[in-house]
């Protein structure tokens, strides 16, 4: 039997070939250091899981949920968004719930695209929006995030052709991998260019709790017309370190919410109950775990920005999400960077060009171990005396 065309044609996983060094060399005994993945460490607060644990013991919760999920989880999106963004959300009609942010991500061109139409994405970007791109045999366009722009895309620089075409946009930010963050102007910029053109926009906001320096980030959604052509997808699985129980939600345009639910009400029965109540706890219930999370991230960007600088390495500190996009030094493309430092400094990292062509050029390093292990890390990358000239 052969796989569907559709299915032979899904992006191969990039990151599989690093996942399958790095195990390689642990199974060789070497001592690697894991920076290339962006999976949080930490356990999801106590409870949200003490709320799982009451809730899984409550035989209501082990029939099925109502196709769009429980209305005390929708309730509970809205009062999360009006507490944190002063963005009022109506939760019959403004709210899709998701399998993590991810199953939205990949749905969304399934559900308001036809084969043919062409979206644009961030280059470089999250690689599972290509997944969706696959599956609904659309046609992508890429807008370029680079450094001088503060990783924002330059909306001058899309044609008229392609804007004329582009029916769906995805931003993301807090980004991955830059760790660039946006800015109101910004937002306002896009709400314009989105009605002018025509273009749904869905923003990523899976990093939304994760702004450094005391600066917050902020909702797309609290642009004015916002709502009138885009929605945000928000995640569980950063803000409350809950990547493995697949919580997500949508929110913003009413037509494009129902979208994401009608597609959903033929794949599955919303989430399990239980899940669902534990994500109540989560949006509603103590916040300090939040504010403490972020603190650990902010010290241990600090920590990886200080002893790169100490050995030469000109980086610049992310302002948001928990990644660092790391300039490689002259003389390596980005994979040849990141196999060198594997094989020489017991380093893993992610190669930039797995993120998009332009991506090329870095390596992006998670802050994902604690500090005394990214101190170690820099300080093997450091003996390796590579930062006397980078591009
Ligand atoms: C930019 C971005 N969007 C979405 C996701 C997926 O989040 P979820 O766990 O909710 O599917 C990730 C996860 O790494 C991500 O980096």
């Not at 209305?71 to 002063?86: D, G, H, V």
């Not at 961030?122 to 722009?149: C, H, I, Q, R, W």
């Not at 669902?276 to 920590?303: H, M, P, W």
């Amino acid at each position: 039997m052969e796989l569907s065309e559709k299915l032979q044609n899904l992006p191969k996983q990039f990151f599989a070939n690093l996942v399958r060094q790095v195990n390689q060399a642990v199974a060789e005994g070497r001592n690697v250091i894991n920076l290339g993945q962006g999976n949080p460490d930490k356990p999801t607060p106590a409870h949200i899981v003490k709320a799982m644990q009451e809730a899984t013991a409550n035989p209501e919760t082990h029939k099925y949920s109502p196709f769009r999920g429980l209305t005390e989880l929708k309730e509970a999106i809205a009062t999360f968004y009006k507490r944190e963004y002063n963005v009022d959300i109506d939760p019959n009609t403004e709210v899709s719930i998701l399998f993590g942010a991810k199953a939205g991500l990949v749905e969304l061109p399934l559900a308001i695209l036809n084969p043919g139409d062409t979206m644009l994405l961030p280059d470089p970007g999250y690689p599972d929006y290509l997944s969706g791109v696959t599956l609904a045999d659309v046609k992508f366009e890429t807008m370029p995030l680079l450094a001088e722009n503060d990783f924002l895309p330059d909306y001058q620089q899309l044609s008229e052709d392609v804007k004329k075409r582009a029916k769906l946009m995805y931003l993301n930010y807090p980004n991955n991998p830059t760790g660039g963050i946006a800015t109101k102007e910004f937002y306002e910029e896009t709400v314009k260019l989105a009605k002018e053109n025509n273009i749904a926009v869905l923003q990523d906001f899976a990093y939304g709790a994760i702004g450094f320096d005391g600066n917050k980030p902020i909702s797309f959604l609290q642009t004015e017309g916002a709502k009138e052509v885009g929605i945000e997808v928000y995640t569980l699985s950063k803000t409350f370190n809950m990547a493995g129980w697949r919580v997500g939600f949508a929110i913003g345009n009413a037509q494009i919410v129902e979208a994401l639910n009608l597609i959903q009400d033929h794949l599955f029965v919303s989430l399990f109950p239980a899940i669902q109540l534990a994500a109540v706890e989560a949006l509603t219930g103590d916040q300090s775990c939040v504010k403490e999370q972020v603190a650990i991230y902010e010290s241990r960007r600090n920590t990886l920005i200080k002893a790169c600088k100490e050995v030469g390495w000109p980086v610049t500190a992310p302002k948001g999400s928990f990644f660092a996009w790391l300039p490689v030094p002259k003389g390596f493309t980005s994979q040849q960077f990141a196999d060198f430092l594997l094989e020489k400094a017991d380093v893993a990292v992610a190669a930039g060009n797995g993120f998009g062509k332009h991506g090329e050029g870095y390596i992006r390093v998670g802050l994902l171990v604690d500090e005394q292990k990214l101190t170690e890390a820099i300080k093997r990358i450091g003996q390796l005396n590579l930062f006397k000239e980078t591009v």
